[in-house]
Structure formats: structure tokens, C-alpha cells
């Protein structure tokens, strides 16, 4: 294919399938998808348990499970679907960013798969594929997002980014801020690990924080001059800080032993009570310096909608705070569904299916990067 020919939009419409193909972490995830727009099956295979004994992902064992389990994967996503190969217009893959290992793994079975059908290629970045999942849905049900409702921003919250992004349209963003160091995923999983929560961490701050107080510790909201960037890394050595201050307190305090009877320990042998305290101010924190950000952005920019995506936007909390913002303000608010939220491969065949009709196929020269920016920061 010419570099004239890669900008030519291919010829799809809503009835064309695409099989979205997804390895760009720790899950194994494929789908299809119709139209761009209308999930047919999605399977989504987790890893959860192989990385929790680790504390967090370990590349290796994430690429070599991605390449034991995706052909099953796929061929489920198409059983499911009831598709056959000759049904398909197309194959997307997530080419980035990511876990090089993990991505080349998916890369590498979408591009067999192509040679042995002769379907047509596209690579999607994995960022945009968050945000493109309020704009699918399952047979019978509204999507998240009103596109008539754009422009609008989409805050793309994971374990990778905290991005706000403004969509003109679908395919034409602007990246209006982003974190300067830790994403959100990443500081609530770090949280959770110095709490002794397990892994994954965002649903384990998340489930903890429920039982806890938001007031008793109170954690900095970082603020960026003139800027809607976030920063967390600070946020994360607060806590740790604090915990460390709390375990000392307790190691020479003789009355911890029969607190620590009362109520079942946590980290640093701290009491599950003061773990759900730590991991409810820790997150109202996270929550309010991406709520603040994400709500100033939409004033200065009129935006009549505010989207969510990325796996920290299955936050409870995050989501009854933007419903309280959204019951004040007026502006429309979409969430996708909690299984659109975290990593799928749904979002990536309806993310391909645009791309494709938009600027046409790749080759089968498809690389895949660790980084790969969805838009110009403004
Ligand atoms: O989008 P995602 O599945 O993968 C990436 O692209 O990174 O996001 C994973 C991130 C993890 O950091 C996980 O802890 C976080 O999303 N997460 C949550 C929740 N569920 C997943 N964070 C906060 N609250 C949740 N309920
Ligand atoms: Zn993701």
C-alpha cells in the first residue's frame, strides 16, 4: 500500500463486522463488533490472578499467557458471534500504547490471521479505544455518550493515563491535559499495595474505601498552574508517609495489641478501620483532583458533555461525584458500562472500524509502540 492510498477511507458500513483484537496489558481480550458501533460478542480473558501474587503486572508472564490463550480467545469471540472468517470486513488490533512484549503478541496473531483469511488490517491506539467505548453497545441498549452532544471532553482515566481529551469529533482530538508523572490507575494501585489491598488496586481502594472515612486523613490535591495536567506522584508519598508515621506510632504504642484484636490488621499491621480511613482519603483525593480538572476544563471549554473512560472510571466514587456535578451544572455525563470501562476488545474493533473508514487499512508492516500519543497537547 502507498503512503496516497493509507489516507483513503475504506468503504464500511453498519453492517460490517469487525473482529477487535486486544493484548495490550493483562488481558486477553477478543470481539466482535458491527457497524462500529454494535457489540456482537466480547470475550475478555483476565489475568487478575497470575500478576496478584506479584503485587502488580510482570511483563513476561503477561506476553507469554496473551500468547497461550489468544487463539482460544478469539475463536470464542467468533463462536459466540456466531461469525464465521468469510463474514468479517476486517481485522483491528491495539498496536499501543502498552506492554511492547504483551502488544506484539496480539499484533503478531491478527497479522497470521490476515495472511490466512486475505481480511484487511488496522492498527488502534488502545487510548482511543478507551474513549471510542462510550460511543458502542450491547444489541437493544444506548451507547454512553450522545454524539450529537460533540464536541465534548472525555476524561481517559487507567493504569497508563489521565488524559483529557477534547473530541471535535470522532477521530479528531486535542489533548487538553495529562499527567506529568503517575496516572491514576497507577497511584491507585501503588495505594493499594502500600495498604496491603491486593492487586488489582483500583477495585481494592475502591471496595476499602466504602467502609472508611474521607475526613480523618486528609491527602494533598495537587495543583498545576494555569494548567489541567495532574500530578500524583506527591499524592502517593503522602501516603506513604502517613502509614509509615502510623506503623511507627503503633510499633511503640503497648495499647495496639488490643486494637489490632478488634479489628482484623492491614498494612503495616494497621487496623482494617484505619486501612479503610487511608484508602477513603487517599481516594477522595484522586477523585477530586481529577473531578476539579475535568470540571474546569468543561467550563472554560462550553462543552455540553463530559465522558468517562479508562478502568478508574468504574470508580464509584468518581461517578457519584460527576452525577452530583452533572445534577448541578446540566452537563450531560456518560459512563460506559463497568466492562466497557476496563480493558475490552470491543472498544478496539469499533475504534478500528472507524479508523478504517476515516483513513483506510494498514499494512501488514505494523509496528507497536510502548508510547503512542492520541493527540498534541494544547
Ligand atoms: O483501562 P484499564 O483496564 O487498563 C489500562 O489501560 O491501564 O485500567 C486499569 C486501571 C488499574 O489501575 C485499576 O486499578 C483501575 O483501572 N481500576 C479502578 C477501578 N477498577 C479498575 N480504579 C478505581 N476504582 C475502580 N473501581
Ligand atoms: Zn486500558
Given at each position: 500500500?502507498?503512503?496516497?492510498?493509507?489516507?483513503?477511507?475504506?468503504?464500511?458500513?453498519?453492517?460490517?463486522?469487525?473482529?477487535?483484537?486486544?493484548?495490550?496489558?493483562?488481558?486477553?481480550?477478543?470481539?466482535?463488533?458491527?457497524?462500529?458501533?454494535?457489540?456482537v460478542?466480547?470475550?475478555v480473558?483476565?489475568?487478575?490472578e497470575?500478576?496478584?501474587?506479584?503485587?502488580?503486572?510482570?511483563?513476561?508472564?503477561?506476553?507469554?499467557?496473551?500468547?497461550?490463550?489468544?487463539?482460544a480467545?478469539v475463536?470464542?469471540?467468533?463462536?459466540?458471534?456466531?461469525?464465521?472468517?468469510d463474514?468479517?470486513?476486517?481485522?483491528?488490533?491495539?498496536?499501543?500504547?502498552?506492554?511492547?512484549?504483551s502488544?506484539?503478541?496480539?499484533?503478531?496473531?491478527?497479522?497470521?490471521?490476515?495472511?490466512?483469511?486475505?481480511?484487511?488490517?488496522?492498527?488502534?491506539?488502545?487510548?482511543?479505544?478507551?474513549?471510542?467505548?462510550n460511543?458502542?453497545?450491547?444489541?437493544?441498549?444506548?451507547?454512553?455518550?450522545?454524539?450529537g452532544?460533540?464536541?465534548?471532553?472525555?476524561?481517559?482515566?487507567?493504569?497508563?493515563?489521565s488524559?483529557?481529551?477534547?473530541?471535535?469529533?470522532?477521530?479528531?482530538?486535542?489533548?487538553?491535559?495529562?499527567?506529568?508523572?503517575?496516572?491514576?490507575?497507577?497511584?491507585?494501585?501503588?495505594a493499594?499495595?502500600?495498604?496491603g489491598?491486593?492487586?488489582?488496586?483500583?477495585?481494592?481502594?475502591?471496595?476499602?474505601?466504602?467502609?472508611?472515612?474521607?475526613?480523618?486523613?486528609?491527602?494533598?490535591?495537587?495543583?498545576?498552574?494555569?494548567?489541567?495536567?495532574?500530578?500524583?506522584?506527591g499524592?502517593?508519598?503522602?501516603l506513604?508517609?502517613?502509614?509509615?508515621?502510623?506503623?511507627?506510632?503503633?510499633?511503640?504504642?503497648?495499647?495496639?495489641?488490643?486494637?489490632?484484636?478488634?479489628v482484623?490488621?492491614?498494612?503495616?499491621?494497621?487496623?482494617?478501620?484505619?486501612?479503610?480511613?487511608?484508602?477513603?482519603?487517599?481516594?477522595?483525593?484522586?477523585?477530586?483532583?481529577?473531578?476539579?480538572?475535568?470540571?474546569?476544563?468543561?467550563?472554560?471549554?462550553?462543552?455540553?458533555?463530559?465522558?468517562?473512560?479508562?478502568?478508574?472510571a468504574?470508580?464509584?466514587r468518581?461517578?457519584?461525584?460527576?452525577?452530583?456535578?452533572?445534577?448541578?451544572?446540566?452537563?450531560?455525563?456518560?459512563?460506559?458500562?463497568?466492562n466497557?470501562?476496563?480493558?475490552?476488545?470491543?472498544?478496539?474493533?469499533?475504534?478500528?472500524?472507524?479508523?478504517?473508514?476515516?483513513?483506510?487499512?494498514?499494512?501488514?508492516?505494523?509496528?507497536?509502540?510502548?508510547?503512542?500519543?492520541?493527540?498534541?497537547?494544547?
Open positions: 500500500m502507498t503512503g496516497s492510498e493509507a489516507t483513503v477511507g475504506a468503504s464500511l458500513g453498519p453492517s460490517d463486522l469487525v473482529l477487535g483484537i486486544e493484548t495490550s496489558c493483562d488481558e486477553t481480550a477478543a470481539a466482535v463488533v458491527r457497524g462500529g458501533r454494535e457489540i460478542a466480547s470475550v480473558a483476565s489475568q487478575d497470575l500478576h496478584a501474587r506479584f503485587g502488580g503486572v510482570v511483563p513476561e508472564i503477561a506476553s507469554r499467557r496473551h500468547a497461550e490463550i489468544i487463539t480467545t475463536a470464542e469471540a467468533l463462536a459466540r458471534a456466531e461469525v464465521s472468517w463474514e468479517l470486513a476486517g481485522i483491528a488490533v491495539t498496536h499501543g500504547p502498552g506492554l511492547v512484549g502488544l506484539l503478541v496480539g499484533v503478531a496473531a491478527a497479522k497470521g490471521y490476515c495472511l490466512a483469511t486475505g481480511l484487511p488490517l488496522v492498527g488502534v491506539n488502545h487510548v482511543e479505544a478507551h474513549l471510542v467505548a460511543f458502542i453497545h450491547a444489541p437493544g441498549e444506548p451507547a454512553a455518550a450522545d454524539e452532544l460533540l464536541p465534548a471532553l472525555c476524561l481517559i482515566a487507567s493504569g497508563g493515563h488524559d483529557i481529551v477534547l473530541v471535535a469529533n470522532l477521530g479528531a482530538y486535542r489533548i487538553v491535559g495529562w499527567t506529568r508523572d503517575d496516572a491514576a490507575g497507577e497511584a491507585l494501585d501503588k493499594a499495595r502500600v495498604l489491598l491486593g492487586y488489582p488496586g483500583g477495585p481494592a481502594v475502591d471496595r476499602a474505601a466504602r467502609a472508611g472515612n474521607p475526613g480523618v486523613f486528609s491527602f494533598p490535591r495537587p495543583v498545576i498552574a494555569d494548567s489541567y495536567d495532574f500530578s500524583f506522584s499524592l502517593k508519598t503522602a506513604l508517609r502517613t502509614v509509615t508515621t502510623l506503623a511507627e506510632a503503633r510499633a511503640g504504642d503497648s495499647a495496639g495489641p488490643e486494637v489490632a484484636t478488634a482484623p490488621p492491614g498494612a503495616a499491621g494497621l487496623p482494617a478501620a484505619v486501612v479503610a480511613d487511608l484508602a477513603a482519603g487517599f481516594q477522595e483525593a484522586v477523585v477530586d483532583t481529577l473531578v476539579r480538572n475535568l470540571t474546569r476544563a468543561a467550563g472554560v471549554y462550553g462543552t455540553r458533555q463530559v465522558m468517562l473512560a479508562g478502568g478508574v468504574a470508580n464509584s468518581l461517578r457519584d461525584k460527576l452525577t452530583g456535578w452533572h445534577r448541578a451544572s446540566g452537563v450531560a455525563i456518560a459512563f460506559p458500562p463497568l466497557l470501562c476496563t480493558d475490552n476488545a470491543a472498544m478496539v474493533a469499533a475504534a478500528g472500524f472507524l479508523k478504517a473508514q476515516r483513513s483506510g487499512w494498514d499494512d501488514l508492516e505494523l509496528d507497536v509502540f510502548s508510547a503512542m500519543p492520541l493527540a498534541d497537547h494544547v
